[in-house]
């Protein structure tokens, strides 16, 4: 639609946005985007800016942003360090699938070249980590260049897409002519389902004795929850998931077997090596997932339902690989199945549950003496939530007790940073979902490491009152490397001890109410404090300083392969 | 050391900049180095192709194909291994006069490779000689012993398939139906 209309380059970005649905943007601005943030005063009434205090956090907010409401996160960032400093929060949307578009400024095209102030080459710098990088030059690029990063950010399997924003075509004049990019040729973001690999699929899951499913974030991306439990109800399957796809059935279902890997639940790493058919969905069988790939789940028969070709077979040897959107893939799938009672082999694996609850949970969550562990921390703010939370964690022991002992009841509940293991993650992210989902309670589990990773957003939290419950488990070391040097090196704590802050000041001078917790009597009304105190809360667990995540399987060893106690 | 075969990588891409660069940071991350490169215009309007040879491995080749499949703007790579293709490069030799003329059988030595004399002038004279890798490098050997080469240089590799049709239009075609249809 032509309007004659000349407007600048900036309030055509902003118009761009607006049409693509964004109402929230987590920025900081500098010199190479002042005429963009300019332009914004003019569209608070319809775009929340959200001030970070890094711009680090304006990317893993947005990220929580992405995961918890399924739309698109944006960040607004100037160039040179402003856009280097995304880098981190860029790689780690790249390997865990989540939809944000990072708009940084760039120096006038004239200057790019000359080693201008604060000129870096970002679009040749983010190539290789996100989905598509694009340098906006001209003020007329702008509505095709914003249609296309979010048709490709939020299509296919999700990611970040970098747009760098030259100053000359912020500030230069253009007729804005509003863009629509719903097909690029060189991309598919819907392949073609082949009805063939889905009657192979099917019959392969019908004449199974064993089958069991690996769930992964693919269901939460693709919107496919409700087809996936149909999938499994029908066919009486059990399945196990990933880290960041915990939160596609609710945890109290019986055929959820919980969490898969490295620190997930005996049952299902046992079952991965015993199925005699092995439905993976949406999931990438990461190294964490598959431990060592040479004795990993060889005896079964492998189908593999992904939208990423470049996922199929590229660690696990795939008998039936099944492309397409596991929406579409799973009913298709559902629809051949034969239902059947298959409780006999879901009841197998009651077995390893009670010997994981026995040597394992029962003295994680009910020590009866000694300093607080992790995980009853965790389970404590868990039932207290009523198991409706939204998890967001940190990176290293924090996560992983929050991922085993954690319970969800609602889908997309689980935000955490998977594939690039992000220290600093949980608080950026708690206040993105917080700001996507404001009715839902958001439950922040870090480590002391990672809080002072991004403690800064501190600031945020305090300037927007962003409601996020933190609890912090603080045993004063770099608990997940010091654990490997226990178990692998030897004792030999190498620089993972960490002389800390006093948090609850650190707190308080942010504005952030806050509690200490040593003893065990006092846990349960701790946590009930924190759940009825409007706004922030940051409670601080003080747990056991050696605490280790049990079960465990070591590295490169066969996943089925667990360590109980050490 | 696992074994390396000699594959050829024929690429068709979107023609924007910085793609050379991405296919490129593609041999860089799993430390494959590029024997060959050219990129030029395809038969298709607004179609670029890369033929890129390299050594490696058949594990390193499926992960370069299919992190090169993943860029977002290439339309399609695949790979191909020498009794797949016909394929083709051009070499010039630029031949110093005296030298050359003292040696005895030096016409028969040009003919039989099938050569062409681009330009003569009194102190040299270029050849050009299009034809496999092998042709070349022992013409080039040929005229090395002679101690006449004063400067060599050959193209990158280009190639086409012993498969029918350019597979990649029908691809396209397809796509761009299935939209169509959609819409």
């Not at chain 1, 005429?35 to 929340?48: E, Q």
């Not at chain 1, 409401?69 to 790249?94: E, F, Q, R, Y």
């Not at chain 1, 004795?295 to 099944?322: C, F, M, W």
Request: include cysteine; aromatic fraction near 8%.
């Amino acid at each position: 639609m032509k309007t004659n209309e000349q407007i600048t380059g900036s309030e055509a970005l902003i118009r761009a946005l607006i049409k693509e649905g964004v109402d929230t943007i987590f920025g900081y601005p500098g010199g190479a985007i002042i005429p963009v943030f300019d332009a914004l005063l003019d569209h608070l009434d319809t775009i929340n800016h959200i001030l970070v205090r890094h711009e680090q956090g304006a990317t893993h907010a947005a990220q929580g942003f992405a995961r918890a409401s399924g739309k698109t996160g944006v960040c607004l960032v100037t160039g040179g360090p402003g856009a280097t400093n995304t880098l981190t929060g860029i790689a780690d949307a790249m390997l865990d699938s989540t939809p944000i578009v990072v708009i940084a400024g760039q120096i006038a095209t004239d200057f790019i070249g000359t080693d201008a102030f604060q000129e870096v080459d970002f679009t040749c710098v983010t190539q290789p980590i996100c989905k598509w990088s694009y340098q906006i030059s001209r003020p007329d690029e702008i509505a095709w260049a914003v249609a296309r990063a979010f048709f490709i950010a939020r299509s296919g399997r999700p990611g970040p897409v970098v747009l760098s924003f030259t100053k000359n075509a912020q500030v230069g004049m253009t007729e804005y002519v509003t863009e629509k990019v719903d097909f690029i040729r060189s991309y598919d973001d819907d392949p073609e389902i082949d009805i063939t690999r889905i009657r192979e699929a099917a019959a392969a899951i019908n004449a199974a004795k064993r089958p069991f499913v690996l769930a992964g974030q693919g269901i939460e991306l693709g919107g496919a929850q409700e087809e996936f439990r149909k999938f499994v109800e029908k066919g009486g399957l059990p399945f196990g998931c990933t880290l960041l796809g915990l939160s596609v059935m609710p945890s109290s279902h019986p055929l959820n077997k919980g969490m898969l890997g490295m620190h997930g639940n005996y049952c299902n790493n046992v079952k991965t090596n015993e199925c005699d058919v092995l439905i993976a969905v949406g999931m990438r069988f990461d190294d964490r997932v598959t431990g060592n790939l040479a004795t990993y789940a060889r005896q079964a028969k492998v189908i593999h339902l992904d939208i990423d070709q470049s996922e199929i077979g590229k660690n696990v040897a795939v008998d039936i690989p099944v492309l397409g959107n596991c929406r579409k893939t799973l009913a298709l799938l559902t629809e051949r199945l034969v239902a059947a009672d298959r409780s006999e082999w879901v009841d197998s694996f009651g077995k390893y549950q009670d010997e994981e609850y026995e040597r394992v949970v029962r003295r994680e969550l009910y020590p009866g003496s000694g300093p607080l562990n992790m995980g009853e921390v965790v389970n404590a703010v868990s039932e207290a939530t009523g198991h409706r939370a939204i998890l967001v964690t940190d990176v290293g022991q924090n996560q992983m007790m929050a991922a085993r002992y954690f319970r969800f009841s609602e889908k997309r509940s689980i935000i955490t940073s998977g594939g690039m293991g992000t220290m600093g993650y949980a608080i950026p992210a708690g206040i993105g979902a917080s700001i996507a989902c404001p009715d839902r309670t958001v439950c922040v589990f870090m480590g002391d490491g990672g809080l002072q990773m991004t403690v800064q957003e501190f600031g945020t939290i305090m300037e927007h009152r962003i409601p996020v419950k933190m609890i912090l488990l603080n045993n004063n070391y770099l608990g997940n490397v010091r654990q490997w040097q226990q178990l692998f090196y030897d004792r030999r704590y190498s620089f993972t001890h960490l002389a800390n802050p006093d948090f609850q000041t650190l707190a308080s001078s942010y504005d952030i109410p806050s509690r200490r917790v040593i003893d065990r009597a006092d846990l349960q009304d701790a946590v009930k404090e924190m759940l009825d105190t409007d706004g922030p809360f940051l409670l601080e667990a003080c747990v056991a300083e050696e605490g280790n995540v049990m079960p465990m399987t070591p590295p490169g060893q066969s996943i089925d392969n667990m360590l109980m106690e050490c | 050391m696992e074994d390396t075969t000699l594959y050829t990588i024929i690429v068709h891409s979107e023609n924007f900049s910085g793609i050379l660069n991405q296919v490129a940071a593609v041999f860089t991350r799993l430390q494959v180095n590029i024997e060959s490169l050219n990129v030029s215009a395809s038969s298709m309007k607004n179609v670029h192709k890369f033929t890129i040879s390299c050594k490696t491995t058949a594990k390193n080749i499926e992960k370069i194909l299919k992190q090169i499949n993943k860029k977002l703007d290439v339309i399609n790579a695949s790979c191909y291994t020498d009794d797949e293709i016909f394929q083709s490069e051009i070499a010039m030799f630029k031949i110093s006069t005296d030298e050359f003329q003292n040696w005895d059988n030096t016409s028969r030595l040009l003919r039989g490779y099938n050569t062409h004399i681009v330009e003569v002038t009194p102190e040299y004279l270029i050849v050009e000689l299009a034809g496999s890798s092998e042709a070349i490098n022992s013409l080039y050997e040929e005229l090395d012993r002679i101690g006449c080469v004063r400067q060599f240089v050959r193209s990158g590799k280009v190639a086409v398939t012993a498969s029918r049709l350019e597979p990649v239009s029908e691809l396209l075609s397809k796509r761009e139906e299935r939209y169509r249809n959609k819409v």
